[in-house]
């Protein structure tokens, strides 16, 4: 297992169990316990996590990874998930996506489309803006505001100022949960609030996830489950879940 995998894989294992033993995860990652604490260390050194006596205990921040942890999380399905949503965008479309490494993906997905005239994507997020800005065929419009480190994201008054002067043909919207009772979420209040906004502005509504995100809930709800027209998703994803989410009427795309 690479580093960064090991890394991503301790704030999981963190986030479901609030505290873990130095010793226990050695054996369950069959790594040194010195790797172990080293890896910890290292962790508690960005505060993604409380060193204790021969372990580690949770804080606020390991419910919600910096990107670069995530990004090494379920890389096979979030490319086909990427893949498959990007096909539904067609020529001249103003498309919105906001963060995330699905979205992300979805972004890269766009870019080696040669058919795609004439596209405009309207984005929060600053690596989405950063991937899509050397494309010539795709103009990209940022909303402004205040970088969150942990997503690149930008929220408060300046990107909700430009999304409510904007229509969105199609929004690929990134989750952190998605429950089919209770709608979609985000780990942070502000992000949570813009996408809401980019919700409201677009006439369609494409939550991207894989399975690990769904039946799930998280702090701040973005919408209700139906403002989302259509699910992708991965075929890890529990069969009745999704079975749940055509009963409250979504279009549920399985790849």
Do not use: W
Request: aromatic letters at 4%; hydrophobic letters at 45%.
């Amino acid at each position: 297992m690479a580093r960064h995998e090991r890394l991503s894989t301790l704030l999981d294992l963190l986030g479901q169990r609030e505290k873990i033993d130095v010793e226990d995860i050695a054996v369950e990652l069959d790594v040194s316990a010195a790797t172990i604490r080293r890896d910890l260390d290292h962790l508690a050194e960005q505060q993604l996590l409380t060193r204790t006596r021969g372990g580690a205990v949770a804080n606020d921040l390991a419910y919600d990874l910096p990107l670069r942890y995530k990004t090494a999380r379920h890389v096979p399905e979030k490319q086909r998930i990427s893949a498959a949503a990007a096909a539904l965008v067609t020529p001249g479309m103003v498309v919105g996506l906001n963060g995330g490494t699905t979205t992300a993906g979805v972004a890269r997905a766009l870019s080696l489309r040669a058919d795609l005239t004439a596209l405009t994507v309207v984005t929060n997020a600053l690596n989405i803006a950063h991937e899509l800005a050397v494309r010539p065929n795709v103009k990209i419009v940022v909303t402004g505001g205040v970088a969150r480190p942990q997503s690149f994201e930008l929220s408060g008054p300046l990107a909700t100022k430009v999304l409510g002067e904007l229509t969105l043909s199609l929004l690929f919207l990134g989750v952190d949960a998605f429950d089919p009772e209770a709608g979609a979420f985000a780990h942070h209040e502000g992000e949570a609030s813009i996408n809401h906004l980019m919700v409201e502005r677009a006439e369609r509504v494409v939550a991207v996830a894989d399975g690990s995100k769904l039946g799930r809930r998280a702090f701040a709800r973005i919408c209700l489950t139906q403002r989302v027209h259509t699910l992708v998703t991965d075929t890890d994803a529990d069969p009745e879940t999704l079975a749940a989410f055509e009963a409250a009427g979504l279009e549920v795309l399985v790849v």
